[in-house]
């Protein structure tokens, strides 16, 4: 069983930009598609960003496309969201997951980060 970590959230103004971090531990990490998903208050949770285990193959919401970049290093088993241009609307709790499914909804993830707080204000 893999155990995620998050961590880079943080406050910062509309235009800016913030790294996210997700170090797993416990788990063959290098062979795992990893995925950022973010719930903003009162609502549900929904899929930021994926990536595949080589790192070749990269998804996202169409929200965040040309702002938001999914990376990784195997070698560190660690998964990175760097996010630019931030929005108010990018306010959420982020976290980080294991793809279990198939799709791209959060039911398709699991081994969920206990996730970061990103605020940004307008």
């Known amino acids: 069983q893999v155990q995620l970590v998050e961590s880079g959230g943080g406050l910062v103004q509309a235009g800016g930009s913030l790294r996210l971090s997700c170090a797993a531990s416990g788990g063959t990490f290098r062979m795992l598609v990893m995925g950022w998903l973010r719930q903003a208050p009162g609502k549900e949770r929904e899929f930021v960003s994926g990536i595949n285990w080589s790192g070749d193959t990269t998804y996202y919401a169409d929200s965040v496309k040309g702002r938001f970049t999914i990376s990784r290093e195997n070698a560190k088993n660690t998964v990175y969201l760097q996010m630019n241009s931030l929005k108010p609307e990018d306010t959420a709790v982020y976290y980080c997951?294991?793809?279990?499914?198939?799709?791209?909804?959060?039911?398709?993830?699991?081994?969920w980060g206990q996730g970061t707080q990103v605020t940004v204000s307008s």
């Open positions: 997951a294991v793809r279990l499914g198939v799709g791209l909804s959060p039911s398709d993830f699991g081994s």
